[in-house]
C-alpha cells in the first residue's frame, strides 16, 4: 500500500498515483465504520493504521471462532457486496474496494 500526501492530506493510492477525488484517511475510517458496526479500534494509531488493520483483521476472519471461520476470499466477496449496496459515496466505495484489494493480496501471497 502507497501512501501519498496532498495538500496536506493523506490519500490512498496503492497504484502510486495521487487523486485529488480519493477520499482521506479519516474518511474512509468513517465509510468502513458506517458499515462495519460494533468494531472496536486501537485509536492511539493513525486512521491509515486502523482502517487496514481492521480490513486485515476482517479478511482473516479473527473476529470468528476458528471453527467456522471462512477463507479470505469469501471474506472480500461479501465485503465487496456491503460495499457495493451501501450508501457510501462513489469515490468511497471506489477508494475502500481498492484498498481490501490490496489488503487481500498482502494477505494471500
Do not use: C
Request: avoid cysteine; charged fraction near 30%; glycine fraction near 2%.
Amino acid at each position: 500500500m502507497k501512501l501519498h500526501y496532498q495538500n496536506g492530506s493523506e490519500v490512498w493510492s496503492p497504484e502510486g498515483e495521487v487523486n485529488k477525488m480519493k477520499p482521506s484517511s479519516e474518511q474512509l475510517l468513517e465509510a468502513y465504520e458506517s458499515l462495519w458496526n460494533n468494531r472496536i479500534f486501537d485509536r492511539n494509531l493513525s486512521a491509515r493504521e486502523i482502517t487496514a488493520s481492521a480490513i486485515k483483521r476482517e479478511l482473516k476472519d479473527e473476529l470468528t471462532h476458528p471453527r467456522v471461520r471462512v477463507e479470505p476470499d469469501h471474506k472480500f466477496y461479501q465485503a465487496i457486496e456491503r460495499i457495493v449496496y451501501s450508501a457510501l459515496s462513489r469515490d468511497e466505495k471506489v477508494a475502500l474496494i481498492q484498498l481490501y484489494t490490496v489488503i487481500l493480496n498482502d494477505i494471500t501471497e
